[in-house]
């Protein structure tokens, strides 16, 4: 559990692989312990983004941070050790990728590593009920997978309540991450809704000064302000 949520998590989906180490640092100057990073196959969404290379990168320039791989992905249980030896602290999959969820939350599990499950937008709760009690994170899409700047899914929010009523029904302790569309406009509703990661790809490495965005962000979840841009 991290010491204060909620969190800040970078997507590096949206940052210049130029200058990945530049950029990190920066968002770590700005507080951020976690990394996210956005793992695509052309087949589960309609885009390819990076694999463990890219991963075992961003692990290397920060050792410190928490990395976060959602894998938006076929067959996922196919590649977890792959992101495990590139660093992986947490690995999500997502629930409509996969009819044996159990045995791959079991399979991330034994590799020591937390075990996360992922939500589509049009993909309704009650299809996770079953696992919510094995996993440390369910990640709630907030647009449709695929691709980066995208703009929040406003019933969203909705979603991201419900769930954190299932968490208490069910006395589990599993944390909420929200992913898509985050920004300084409307983190503080999200965070108010009940996340505890707020995932940020866009909004921050589009920023002039990413250090100064990923304080924002943070400020903004944590005190419920709104600032539209």
Request: hydrophobic residues 45%.
């Amino acid at each position: 559990m991290p010491d204060q949520l909620p969190v800040i998590a970078p997507s590096i989906l949206a940052a210049d692989y130029t200058r990945l180490k530049q950029q990190i640092d920066a968002c770590t100057d700005g507080g951020a312990s976690w990394l996210h990073c956005d793992v695509m196959d052309g087949h589960f969404v309609p885009n390819i983004s990076f694999g463990p290379m890219i991963v075992e990168a961003a692990a290397r320039c920060a050792p410190d941070a928490l990395i976060d791989v959602h894998l938006m992905i076929e067959n996922p249980g196919n590649y977890i050790e792959q992101f495990v030896r590139a660093g992986a602290s947490l690995i999500s999959f997502h629930i409509e990728t996969e009819p044996h969820a159990h045995r791959v939350i079991q399979a991330i599990r034994a590799t020591g590593i937390q075990a996360g499950i992922a939500i589509n937008p049009a993909t309704p709760l009650s299809l996770l009920e079953d696992v919510l009690p094995e996993v440390d994170l369910v990640v709630v899409m907030t647009v449709n997978p695929g691709f980066g700047g995208q703009k929040f899914i406003e019933p969203a929010l909705g979603k991201i309540r419900r769930l954190a009523e299932m968490r208490d029904r069910l006395d589990t302790d599993f944390l909420i991450q929200v992913d898509g569309g985050v920004g300084p406009d409307n983190i503080g509703r999200i965070a108010d809704a009940g996340a505890d990661i707020l995932v940020a790809g866009s909004s921050v490495f589009s920023a002039h000064d990413i250090t100064d965005r990923v304080k924002e962000l943070a400020r903004l979840a944590r005190t419920g302000e709104l600032k539209f841009t």
